[in-house]
């Protein structure tokens, strides 16, 4: 039986926000995987499809979370992905970017929220973040070593895939 929603309208705006931006990031991710492809980078195409899984997952928490609480959350119209990607760099630096935007998102979210409930739930979203965030940024840091060495491009997109 539908209950009356627990959530408060300020709430519902929150995480409706966080539902587009993860299924923007999916998107973004199944972007980059089709551009690494095209250059040749088939583990960061591997890589980058897996991550648009988990992106899907994410949202998923987020509408089932919306449903506990009594409401239901908006499918909303995506925004095409249209960053030009011509370099390994480009699309790990894209993707850290994008992480990086959407954990100062979270935490925006987190402090405006009006429940403890909700933000006790959007906690393990600053810590995806936060791993998210490391991950790229480690990533930065090898492609930093290899710099132009293509030999070294292909071991990092190798490991990518593995
Ligand atoms: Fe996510």
């Known amino acids: 039986m539908p209950v009356k929603s627990l959530l408060t ?11 587009e ?22 583990g960061a195409q591997k890589y980058f499809q897996a991550e648009a899984g988990h992106e899907v997952e994410h949202y998923q ?54 429940s403890e409930v909700t933000r006790q739930f959007l906690l393990q979203f600053l810590e995806i973040q936060r791993k998210a965030v490391g991950e790229f940024g480690d990533l930065i840091a090898r492609l930093d070593r290899a710099g132009d060495d293509p030999c070294g491009l292909l071991l990092i997109d190798k490991e990518l895939g593995e």
């Not at 309208?9 to 539902?19: F, G, I, Y």
């Not at 931006?21 to 088939?42: D, I, K, P, T, V």
């Not at 894209?94 to 990086?100: I, K, R």
């Open 61 to 114: 928490a987020l509408a089932s979370f919306i449903n506990d609480r009594g409401d239901v959350a908006t499918v909303p119209t995506i925004e095409a992905p249209e960053d030009e990607i011509t370099s390994l760099r480009d699309a790990i630096e894209a993707a850290f970017d994008t992480e990086l935007q959407l954990e100062r998102d979270y935490s925006d979210w987190y402090r405006r929220c009006d």
């Open 9 to 19: 309208s300020n709430e519902k705006t929150l995480l409706n926000r966080a539902v």
């Open 21 to 42: 931006a993860e299924l923007y990031a999916s998107n973004f991710y199944r972007h980059l995987a089709n551009q690494c492809q095209r250059l040749g980078y088939f």
